[in-house]
């Protein structure tokens, strides 16, 4: 294609779901969307180029997220809200303005004790970390895949103003060493959270003996530490693990080792369409 599909709110016939399709907040819509079996449109576009669409569908202050988003790392402020991502724009002309409406909307609520921890901890933790490694122009390799399977208008954008883009993403996310490493602190430790109530309750991080829309939150976010082989949906290919840098190979291991990791490893396995 050479640019992204574009869409009218007023002319839709399904829900349409706007992602930055290798997001994992975008992943844990689309897995809701998916599992519940609803005939949606996925419209994905690059950072950066998404601004546009993604804007103009939020230009309504209403319309706009109340969970975490990119930039709260670095103390933005929440007018940053009106470019994320996800959302769903319905045919009744509606907006589900984030991750948790849209799985609520489709899956039911998470539990509240686990949704903070997950939204603004585990969630920012691993974006953080992995938009340092993505990002990283030693790595170019693992944003070239990415690229590769865009469109051609977004391809010419980012090679015009990608290292634009991708400065300006360092500082809405505070990505620096000394923030990896505290971001790796967290992640470890959510994932330790997680792995001593499913060392109790395999089922599930809730009391329930089935998998929740809970857990569902917890294994699309916690995703991105432990690369399941049907992340999203194969919407997106993210490259294979042993492409990427050693440091980060350690830390998939690590998570992947854990009670949590091989929860979120099996259910992608048996649950994921």
């Not at 959270?193 to 998998?211: D, I, R």
């Not at 990427?244 to 048996?270: H, M, S, V, W």
Request: charged share 25%; glycine share 4%; aromatic share 12%.
């Amino acid at each position: 294609m050479i640019f992204p599909s574009s869409f009218k709110i007023e002319q839709i016939s399904v829900p349409h779901l706007v992602t930055i399709p290798y997001s994992h907040y975008c992943e844990l819509a689309r897995w809701a969307m998916d599992m519940s079996q609803t005939e949606y449109k996925e419209m994905k576009y690059m950072p950066g180029y998404h601004m546009n669409v993604v804007g103009r569908l939020r230009k309504k202050k209403e319309n706009r997220s109340n969970s975490s988003f990119a930039g709260q790392e670095s103390d933005h402020h929440g007018g940053r809200r009106k470019y994320s991502v996800p959302l769903v724009a319905m045919p009744d002309g509606t907006i589900l303005r984030d991750s948790w409406e849209i799985l609520e909307k489709f899956m039911g609520p998470v539990d509240p004790s686990w949704k903070d921890l997950l939204d603004n901890k585990l969630g920012i933790s691993l974006r953080q970390l992995a938009y340092f490694y993505y990002l990283n122009p030693k790595n170019k390799d693992l944003l070239n895949n990415i690229l590769n399977q865009t469109t051609l208008s977004e391809r010419i954008y980012w090679f015009f103003f990608g290292n634009i883009v991708k400065k300006s993403m360092y500082e809405l996310m505070a990505i620096t060493k000394e923030n990896i490493e505290e971001s790796k602190k967290v992640i470890f430790d959510v994932f330790e959270k997680a792995s001593e109530k499913l060392n109790s309750n395999p089922h599930s991080l809730t009391e329930e003996s089935f998998f929740t829309p809970t857990d569902m939150a917890f294994c699309a976010l916690g995703s991105i530490a432990v690369f399941p082989e049907k992340y999203s949906g194969n919407t997106v290919k993210m490259g294979s693990i042993e492409s990427f840098p050693t440091d980060y190979q350690e830390i998939i291991k690590f998570c992947r080792n854990t009670t949590a990791g091989k929860f979120i490893l099996n259910c992608y396995e048996t649950k994921r369409l």
